[in-house]
């Protein structure tokens, strides 16, 4: 719709001058014509008067009525039109010995019809040039746009993404380069995420090289010895045979994570919309962890005191990914509690959004750490070995994929709190 009107905005800025020039030039050759038959009226009317002064002087026995109609031929109803040509008929056969035959023009009418013609001639002439004054100026201003618009492109593929300003008007051309404009940078920023994504790919290949490294090259000292030792005390190699198992387990829990990131990264990944309730989305998650939690000796709390009733509060989302989500993130919170301490739990809503609050009494996040703490792979200082550094980011990937978003709040010695929001 606004391309349409830009168009027809375009037309009438050269259609309305163009129309307007014409009007001028026929009004200027109608007014010539109206002077030209005055002129002409005039110089005949004078003539008629110059006669009827010579017949009154020369034949004052004439009457005045017979001068008028002798002059002026005035259809008073006493001649008939055979008279009228009878008449006629006289005069010219009278008047053509004279030199007045058919061909005779009045020398006053003649200079009346050369000025009439000269002025009508300079009407056109300047009419016409105006019009190619008109088209000219129009395909000159078209040309330098053009070539304006042609070194605009040559400066944005030079990299030179300045904006121009100065003539940024509604016309045609001047949107074209707005839009030129907007199409480079936006291809500028598809390269230059590109180029991003595949940094982070790179990155992302070598982190899960280094992730994979040690583990694969524990294992094979450990097959290396058993095979090579056959006599291997069947205790020790029982032990072997666990710490196999171990960073198997632990190389199956990576390329699971890494899976379901790939997912999210692919947009594959189609989110319910379905009643999720907070108060049961929380004990579940809580309930996955239960060996961990028995281990590290942490205990869950709820604020309040109790559970939020079923169907307290509720939202909008994806029951499964979201439990995966806070899983994760009360994983986190139970490896970095001490023995004997609490997983504080709560839910809260509002107009607004429906909160979940997970907060532990653990050993907190360092300030340079906290702001990396959702990127793939980051470990912080106080990271378990055996940390893969992809949970935390894998819980922001499905939050934010469910219309939610994680924020972390938290001081060394004190603990950290996290909290996620859903969005009505």
């Known amino acids: 719709m606004n391309s349409k009107k830009n168009k027809n905005t375009s037309a009438l800025m050269f259609v309305i001058p163009f129309v307007l020039w014409l009007l001028l030039t026929g009004a200027m050759l109608y007014l010539n014509y109206a002077f030209t038959r005055h002129r002409i009226n005039e110089n005949y009317r004078k003539a008629d008067f110059v006669l009827a002064g010579k017949l009154k002087e020369t034949f004052p026995e004439l009457s005045d009525e017979e001068i008028v109609r002798a002059i002026g031929y005035r259809d008073d109803g006493k001649d008939t039109a055979e008279d009228a040509e009878a008449f006629a008929s006289q005069g010219k056969e009278l008047l053509s010995v004279y030199g007045y035959d058919e061909e005779y023009e009045s020398d006053a009418v003649k200079q009346i ?250 050993e907190g996040i360092g300030k340079e750490d906290l702001r990396h703490i959702f990127e793939r792979f980051y470990k912080a200082k106080n990271a378990r070995p055996e940390s893969i550094g992809i949970g935390l980011s894998l819980a922001k990937s499905i939050v934010e994929a469910g219309h939610g978003y994680i924020t972390v709040d938290s001081e060394e010695g004190k603990g950290s709190t996290f909290e996620i929001k859903y969005m009505k």
């Open 113 to 362: 019809l050369k000025k009439s013609s000269a002025v009508s001639f300079a009407i056109l002439f300047f009419g016409l040039a105006g019009l190619s004054l008109i088209f000219y100026l129009r395909f000159k201003r078209r040309t330098e746009e053009i070539d304006e618009i042609t070194g605009y492109v040559r400066r944005l593929n030079e990299k030179n993404y300045d904006l121009m300003l100065a003539d940024n008007t509604e016309e045609g051309l001047s949107l074209l380069r707005n839009e030129v404009y907007k199409t480079t940078v936006m291809l500028r920023e598809i390269a230059e995420n590109k180029t991003e994504e595949t940094k982070r790919l790179s990155a992302s290949m070598e982190d899960i090289s280094h992730q994979l490294r040690t583990p694969l090259a524990s294992m094979s000292i450990m097959i290396d010895n058993i095979c090579d030792d056959p006599d291997m005390p069947a205790e020790l190699r029982n032990d072997f045979l666990h710490d196999i198992s171990g960073q198997v387990n632990w190389i199956s829990e990576l390329v699971n994570s890494l899976l379901k990131l790939a997912k999210f990264d692919a947009g594959t990944i189609v989110m319910k919309q379905e009643e999720v309730d907070a108060g049961t989305l929380l004990a579940d998650a809580a309930k996955r962890l239960e060996i961990l939690m028995d281990v590290r000796d942490v205990h869950v709390e709820w604020e309040g005191g109790k559970m939020p009733a079923p169907g307290e509060i509720v939202f909008a989302g994806d029951y499964k990914w979201q439990l995966e989500a806070v899983s994760n993130i009360m994983k986190n919170c139970a490896e970095h509690s001490p023995a004997g301490s609490a997983l504080h739990l709560s839910a809260e809503q509002n107009s607004i959004y429906t909160k979940l609050v997970v907060r532990d009494e653990g």
